[in-house]
């Protein structure tokens, strides 16, 4: 069982950035590829970012798209989402979610849609505003 904790949240400007990450409390995070998601008030969780379990794939959204970066330190146990340019359209909570490891995915797997993942953390609260 996967206990996750995001961190990094806070406040910025437009323009501004922010560094997300993403650990496992008591395991590792090195057999699951891990998702980003963000939840705005009122509208639905969406994707932001994922890596798979080698780091090889990495997809983003089409708005974070050449702002957002997404990045693993297995030795570390860490995963980050680095966030520049940022814009008002950011805010949201955001959480790291991982997949229950399995043979039955490849290395190079990682999803986009939230009912991939098994393992949630509570999520960090990113507010961008002037």
């Known amino acids: 069982q996967l206990q996750l904790v995001e961190s990094g949240g806070g406040s910025a400007q437009p323009g501004g950035s922010l560094k997300l990450s993403c650990t496992a409390s008591g395991s590792t995070l090195t057999y699951s590829a891990i998702g980003w998601f963000r939840q705005a008030p009122g509208k639905e969780r969406e994707g932001v970012s994922c890596?798979?379990?080698?780091?090889?794939?990495?997809n983003y959204a089409d708005s974070v798209q050449g702002r957002f970066t997404i990045s693993r330190d297995n030795a570390k146990n860490l995963v980050y989402l680095q966030m520049n340019s940022l814009k008002p359209e950011d805010t949201g909570v955001y959480y790291c979610a991982a997949d229950r490891p399995t043979i039955l995915r490849s290395r190079s797997w990682c999803g986009t849609r939230a009912t991939e993942y098994d393992y949630w953390g509570q999520g960090t609260q990113v507010t961008v505003s002037s």
């Open positions: 890596i798979s379990r080698s780091g090889a794939s990495i």
